[in-house]
C-alpha cells in the first residue's frame, strides 16, 4: 500500500495528501509503527495503530472507494453505530441504481436463487467469546443448526485455526446432520435464506442480494439486521427467514452519507471534517 501511494496510484490517500496540503501540512508516507508519533507529528494508521490522542484509523469501509478515518480502530465503536438510519429520508430511485451497480461490481454473476440453506461464515477463534460477541462462534454455529435447517458453515479463507477448533467444529457437524462445513460463502449467497454471522463482512454482500442477516456480534452494519444481542438467539433466528429491509436504501445511506466516498468532489472536505474531529487542528 505504501508504494502504491507514493506512486501516486491509492486514490485516497492521494486525496487525503491533497486535503493536507492545501492546508499549509507536510506530508510523509511512511511504514507501518507500533510506536506513538513524535511530538507535534499526527499519524494516521490503516486499520489498527498505537492508542495516543495525534494518532487515527484509516479503513476501507467494505468496498471500494468508500473510507473511514476514526480514532477507535474497532469498527462497533465509530459513531455510525449510534446514528439514526431514516429510509424515508433516502431517495428510493437513487438507492436502487446505488445497489445495483454496487452488486454487479462485486457479485458479478451472483444472483439471488430459491433458498435452500443458512450460510453461517465464520471467522477465527472460534472456540472464545469476546467482549463483542454474545456467545462463541461454535456455539453460534450449534444455535442455528438446532433450528433444524439445512446449515453450511464456512471458513474463513485467512483463518488460521487450531486442530482443537477444527475438531470442534467437526463435532459438531457429526452432532447435527443438517449442518455441513465448508465451501465458498459468496458463492453460496446465492441459495442462502439468511446469513448467521458474528460480526463477518459477509453480511455487507448479503444485504446486496437482499439476504436477512442475523449478527451474535457488534459492529457498524447492524441497523438493518437481527441483532442477538438486542433480541435473543431464539426470537433472531425465528424471525429471520420472513425478515424484511430496506437493504438499497441503507447502503446507500451507510456508504454514501456516512463513510466517505473518494471519488465524490466533497472527498477533500470529508477529509478534513474526519480529520478535525477529535481535535487536529487542521
Known amino acids: 500500500m505504501a508504494k502504491r501511494a507514493k506512486a501516486g496510484h491509492f486514490n485516497f490517500l492521494d486525496k487525503i495528501c491533497s486535503a493536507v496540503s492545501r492546508r499549509g501540512w507536510l506530508f510523509e508516507i511512511a511504514p507501518e509503527t507500533d510506536l506513538p508519533p513524535e511530538r507535534y507529528v499526527y499519524a494516521l494508521h490503516h486499520m489498527s495503530g498505537p492508542q495516543h490522542k495525534r494518532v487515527k484509523i484509516f479503513r476501507r469501509t467494505y468496498y471500494y472507494p468508500f473510507w473511514h478515518i476514526e480514532i477507535d ?8 453505530v449510534k446514528a439514526a438510519f431514516r429510509p424515508n429520508q433516502i431517495d428510493a430511485e437513487e438507492a436502487r441504481a446505488f445497489i445495483h451497480h454496487l452488486r454487479a461490481k462485486n457479485l458479478p454473476g451472483i444472483s439471488p436463487t430459491e433458498p435452500t440453506h443458512v450460510l453461517i461464515p465464520l471467522q477465527t477463534r472460534l472456540n472464545e467469546t469476546r467482549s463483542f460477541q454474545t456467545m462463541s462462534p461454535l456455539q453460534m454455529v450449534e444455535s442455528v443448526a438446532n433450528t433444524g435447517k439445512r446449515c453450511i458453515a464456512t471458513l474463513h479463507p485467512n483463518g488460521d485455526y487450531s486442530s482443537l477448533e477444527l475438531a ?28 448467521a454471522t458474528q460480526n463477518s463482512s459477509v453480511a455487507m454482500d448479503a444485504y446486496l442480494l437482499a439476504r436477512p442477516v442475523v449478527l451474535f456480534a457488534q459492529i457498524d452494519f447492524h441497523h438493518i439486521a437481527l ?34 466516498d473518494a471519488m465524490a468532489p466533497t472527498a477533500e472536505l470529508r477529509i478534513l471534517n474526519a480529520l478535525k474531529k477529535g481535535g487536529w487542528p487542521i
Do not use: T
Open 227 to 260: 441483532n442477538v444481542a438486542e433480541i435473543g438467539v431464539e426470537k433472531a433466528l425465528q424471525n429471520a427467514p420472513k425478515h424484511k429491509a430496506h437493504y438499497a436504501k441503507y447502503l446507500f445511506w451507510l456508504l454514501r452519507e456516512q463513510a466517505i
Open 73 to 80: 480502530q474497532q469498527r462497533w465503536r465509530w459513531d455510525v
Open 168 to 195: 470442534e467444529l467437526e463435532q459438531l457437524a457429526r452432532r447435527y446432520p443438517n449442518l455441513m462445513i465448508g465451501g465458498d460463502s459468496r458463492q453460496l449467497l446465492a441459495g442462502a435464506e439468511y446469513v
